[in-house]
């Protein structure tokens, strides 16, 4: 089964100053991989995604991440921070599931969130 | 569209009450799911449905049922609420698509206590 770490628990930035977020995953096969972003009070938000193809993704608001296969990484990036990104950030790599009912077999997918890390960003 | 719609937005209940949290989505997806987030666990899959029908549990099923008997409601039961249930839950939609994992949109959550 898949598992998803997020090495920073608490991040604590000015304004201005770069960010990177780390984040690993264990399934080494075919990995769909999402950063989601929750602000305060809201409820979570795609930030970027990663299916195929280029490595370096890039999202909404200037963040970006790369997908290093070999290290099983899918760091995430922005190089200048700005107070309105205070928020929460979940890695989530995808975990195929198979469910089955009705006599035929259904393929479903899950995302497996790491445990978030806090990011707060001062004027 | 509304996207992922949730109700209640809030809601306390005592120690073995029963409740319904419910969930709809107007964008026609094949896949919907619960999660619970808890402060330092991120968010954990408690069920999750592939289509109408059918339903399979995630990683922290315990004390929680679910059903699919239309594409686009997916509620979720707790039959006897205890205090280790106060969450905000959290339902997603995506449409599924063959070989790919489709971007789940978040419902609004329901912040829950159990008391």
């Known amino acids: 089964a898949q598992s998803v770490s997020q090495h920073n628990h608490h991040v604590i930035l000015s304004e201005a100053a770069s960010l990177e977020l780390g984040c690993n995953y264990s399934y080494g096969g075919t990995v769909n991989l999402f950063w989601y972003v929750q602000y305060p009070g809201q409820h979570l938000q795609l930030l970027l995604k990663y299916f195929s193809g280029d490595p370096l993704v890039k999202g909404i608001k200037g963040f970006e991440a790369e997908f290093i296969k070999s290290k099983f990484s899918f760091n995430l990036r922005k190089p200048s921070v700005q107070w309105s990104d205070t928020a929460e950030y979940f890695c989530a790599p995808h975990d195929y599931k198979l469910s089955f009912g009705a006599g035929y077999n259904q393929a479903g997918t899950a995302l497996i969130f790491g445990k978030g890390t806090t990011l707060s960003v001062s004027s | 569209n509304a996207g992922v719609t949730q109700t209640p937005k809030f809601q306390v209940l005592k120690t073995g009450q029963s409740m319904t949290l419910q969930c709809a989505q107007d964008m026609n997806h094949e896949y919907m799911s619960w999660y619970r987030q808890d402060p330092g666990m991120g968010l954990r899959l408690i069920h999750y449905?592939?289509?109408?029908?059918?339903?399979d549990q995630g990683e922290v099923p315990n004390g929680y049922n679910v059903s699919r008997s239309t594409t686009e409601d997916f509620p979720l039961r707790l039959l006897s609420a205890a205090p280790s249930q106060t969450s905000v839950y959290f339902c997603?939609?995506?449409?599924?698509?063959?070989?790919?994992?489709?971007?789940?949109?978040f419902g609004p959550g329901t912040r829950l206590t159990v008391l």
């Open positions: 997603a939609s995506s449409q599924r698509t063959s070989g790919t994992t489709d971007t789940q949109y």
């Open positions: 449905s592939v289509g109408a029908g059918i339903t």
